[in-house]
């Protein structure tokens, strides 16, 4: 059975809730096990045994988050030349903006020589003031339905085999 593999980070809630909903969209393929980990805890083992993989952060200080980075930091060289031609997708949460977090991951994916096969999905929570920033983050349901689409989508195409 091919395997998912979804890496996220979140402080306030909305990364989190989209990559379960990616996770929630690739279990709608059966012949896919979807494996959704917290940045901190995933490690070099299971970014090589996955055959795809779903990268979801937080924009933090127009970045990607520190933790997400530390994952990206402590996993890079080991898997380098080990994942050439698999196949990602990234969801990056902001509060407004959200694009050098999305160039951040597409050049490391670059690097890895991942094949990116979804455009990068931003979902903006519209947080601008610091107490809005620092509240818990509902994202609304059609992002959340986009964000299935895409673990939908990733994982139908694992099993085909056509990525
Ligand atoms: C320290 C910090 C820095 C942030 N910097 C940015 C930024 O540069 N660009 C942006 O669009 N949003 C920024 N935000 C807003 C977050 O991206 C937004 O709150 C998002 O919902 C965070 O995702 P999370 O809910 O998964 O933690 C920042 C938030 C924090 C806490």
């Known amino acids: 059975m091919k395997a998912l593999l979804i890496v996220y980070h979140s402080m306030t809630g909305g990364a989190a809730q989209m990559a379960a909903a990616v996770e929630r969209g690739a279990a709608t393929e059966p012949g896919i096990a979807a494996h959704r980990i917290a940045a901190a805890s995933a490690q070099v083992a299971d970014v090589l045994r ?5 990268f979801v952060t937080p924009e933090n200080l127009a970045s990607m988050s520190g ?31 959200g694009q050098n977090a999305a160039r951040q991951i597409e050049r490391i994916c670059t690097g890895w020589r991942l094949k990116r096969v979804a455009d990068t999905l931003i979902v903006s929570t519209h947080a601008q003031t610091p107490e809005e920033i620092l509240a818990p983050k509902t ?25």
């Open 50 to 54: 996955a055959d795809g993989y779903v």
């Open 67 to 97: 933790v997400m980075k530390d994952f990206f930091d402590r996993t890079y060289y080991a898997a380098l030349d080990r994942l050439n031609g698999r196949p990602y997708a990234a969801l990056i949460c902001a509060g407004s903006d």
């Open 139 to 163: 994202i609304a349901p059609d992002e959340l339905a986009r964000c299935a689409a895409i673990g939908a989508a990733l994982a139908a195409g694992l099993a085909l085999g056509v990525f």
